[in-house]
């Protein structure tokens, strides 16, 4: 599921416990006293030697010129040869700039939407009513992304969709959004936004339930409105968690997932929708040029992985505190 | 002034649940309808013309029931995999006595920030021979970090010590405190992960596309794909050409309701528990 991203970094800033000293033969002495722990975590670790750090290892191909007979290590090293074939081709800045613009987009319209629902929703008195708009506002969360792309090809379809019907009825001109690749982006955000919006204020929500009530006593007295309550009470209650979002959306702003941009992909948008996801897997799996398609995936993973890092650090230098 | 934000306010979060109940009510309206007016797109909040002949093609499809029988089994089986994987990695990851353990769960965390990427697994996935097979959905991506990493805290954080001590002295092993000590406390927590692996499993198409060829194989997610997105054919008793077209038009309205519809139904019971699930990471750090 390429959906929003659950939200790791909360549970990663456990801080680490105190310390235990090495002592010789504490391993010898835990491993007879506690075998079973021991070989009860055997096959995880199995799964993810095989399945993650393989993968890592295998990714050398990027390096060399893989053929099935001759298989991975026997294969000839060629140095650079496909990062600089991945470079010099026009597709290179088509699809960083497209993944690096629709990811943009994403985090642009889907971060402060659900804020202000939570922030909302935590006005609202009658407890009928909140439980409605929640539920309701959760729900599209859990239906898949290969439905949410169908109900966006019919709706906006240009002869039967509900949209052409609003813009008929106002007497506009009907268009075929999805043929147009200015709509892909569009499209994809916006879809977005309608699928998480609501699971996303639940993180926001419970932050506001935290909130402690002396400070509404407080602002009370001091005569606040509403709007004064929730500038200077709730969105500093929650900014601790708004912080940590911003930064995980940051940090994973290079990494968008396949599903959906596949999905909305078709002939005539491709100049915006391919995206380094999608061109992965065409390279690999559709023209089976896998040297080629572990460079793209490789540049990838570790531009992800040093935006990961340098936002932690900018993290635990302007707020103390970093995702791990 | 109060009394105006509110009512803007509640402006808003109206507007919030109409935008996200229009389309759904679209939907299941459209789906409704007869083939022919939601060809002429003449259905908007009301069925037109109410027939079930959308729902009679979508159920009598075998392209359908076998994908939905398939997906049956990839989720009872690969979260029962993801949940036993999950519970014997977490477990021994939460002991302060397990030497490595700040090692291991490094390594573990590690793999959520960087990847060999989609060939580099490919190669792993073939050279086990699970190409093709029901394994290819079920073992490659059984453990995820998230589920991990909540599970471990839950078991460091909301099991006491002193119940596990308490087994110890009364020379239970490891495992069997596990089973019949910490497990039985760790329903909520076993409820919440258990649930988030079943919805990805439900949910994903992208495994089954890459490695999967059998179409006899295939997920409800894939056969929807090929269904709702490539157009292709998914059979009725159509005679016409355009007959044909419109009741394909009107298969897609019906067979997204019987897709989702499993789903809304467990959702507002299951919701309470992600919800939980969600907040466990946040608050027990």
Do not use: C
Not at chain 1, 39 to 59: H, S, W
Not at chain 1, 106 to 118: H, K
Not at chain 1, 210 to 229: F, I, M
């Amino acid at each position: 599921m390429t959906q929003a991203p659950p939200l790791p970094a909360l549970a990663a800033t456990t801080k680490p416990p105190v310390r235990q000293k090495p002592r010789p033969g504490r391993l010898r002495r835990s491993v007879r006293r506690h075998w079973q722990l021991y070989v009860l975590v055997l096959p995880p670790l199995v799964y993810f030697a095989l399945f993650k750090y393989v993968p890592m290892a295998n990714a050398v191909i990027a390096f060399k010129d893989y053929n099935v007979i001759a298989g991975i290590w026997a294969s000839p090293w060629v140095g650079l040869e496909h990062f600089e074939r991945f470079f010099s081709n026009p597709m290179f800045t088509t699809v960083v700039s497209n993944t690096f613009l629709l990811s943009l987009y994403a985090l642009i319209a889907s971060f402060p939407i659900p804020i202000i629902l939570a922030l909302a929703l935590n006005e609202v008195r009658s407890r009928f009513f909140k439980r409605t708009v929640q539920m309701v506002t959760y729900a599209p969360y859990f239906i898949s992304t290969v439905i949410v792309v169908s109900m966006a090809i019919l709706i906006l379809s240009p002869r039967i969709g509900l949209i052409s019907e609003f813009t008929g009825f106002f007497g506009l001109p009907t268009t075929d959004y999805l043929a147009q690749p200015d709509f892909f982006r569009h499209v994809y955000v916006w879809t977005e936004v309608w699928q998480t919006a609501g699971y996303s204020a639940v993180i926001y929500l419970a932050a506001l339930a935290g909130v402690d009530p002396g400070l509404y006593e407080a602002a009370k007295v001091d005569g606040a409105n509403r709007l004064q309550k929730i500038w200077h009470v709730d969105l500093p209650s929650i900014m601790p968690t708004v912080v940590v979002v911003l930064i995980l959306s940051v940090g994973s702003i290079m990494a968008v997932g396949f599903e959906k941009a596949f999905l909305l992909q078709n002939p005539l948008n491709l100049s915006q929708s391919e995206i380094i996801a999608t061109y992965t897997y065409k390279i690999g799996i559709q023209n089976a040029d896998f040297s080629l398609a572990t460079a793209v995936g490789l540049f990838n993973s570790v531009i992800n992985l040093v935006l990961m890092l340098s936002v932690n650090a900018v993290s635990k230098r302007v707020t103390g505190s970093g995702l791990w | 002034m109060d009394r105006f934000f509110l009512v803007g306010v509640y402006i808003l979060l109206v507007t919030f649940l109409l935008v996200v109940l229009l389309p759904l009510w679209y939907i299941v309206v459209s789906s409704f309808s007869s083939p022919a007016a939601v060809s002429a797109g003449r259905v908007f909040l009301w069925p037109v013309d109410f027939t079930l002949r959308g729902y009679q093609v979508a159920l009598s499809s075998p392209q359908i029931l076998t994908g939905f029988a398939n997906s049956m089994i990839y989720t009872v089986v690969g979260t029962a995999i993801s949940v036993t994987l999950t519970v014997m990695l977490a477990y021994p990851l939460s002991r302060a006595d397990f030497v490595g353990r700040k090692v291991l769960t490094g390594a573990v965390v590690f793999t959520m920030l960087f990847a060999g990427g989609l060939i580099p697994t490919y190669l792993v996935v073939q050279a086990m021979g699970m190409l093709d097979t029901r394994w290819a959905l079920l073992i490659p991506n059984a453990v995820a970090v998230w589920p991990a990493i909540l599970a471990i805290t839950y078991f460091r954080t909301a099991i006491p010590d002193e119940l596990r001590e308490a087994g110890e002295i009364d020379g239970a092993s490891d495992l069997r405190i596990l089973w019949k000590v910490v497990l039985p406390l760790a329903g909520p927590m076993l409820a919440v992960i258990a649930l988030m692996y079943a919805i990805v499993q439900w949910n994903s198409y992208f495994d089954a596309l890459i490695y999967l060829r059998d179409d006899s194989l295939y997920p409800l997610q894939l056969v929807l794909r090929n269904i709702l997105i490539l157009n292709n054919d998914a059979g009725g008793d159509a005679t016409s050409a355009l007959e044909r077209q419109q009741l394909a038009n009107l298969l897609k309205y019906s067979l997204i309701v019987v897709s989702t519809v499993p789903m809304m139904l467990i959702y507002p019971f299951v919701a309470r528990y992600f919800t939980k699930g969600l907040l466990l990471g946040a608050v027990k750090g």
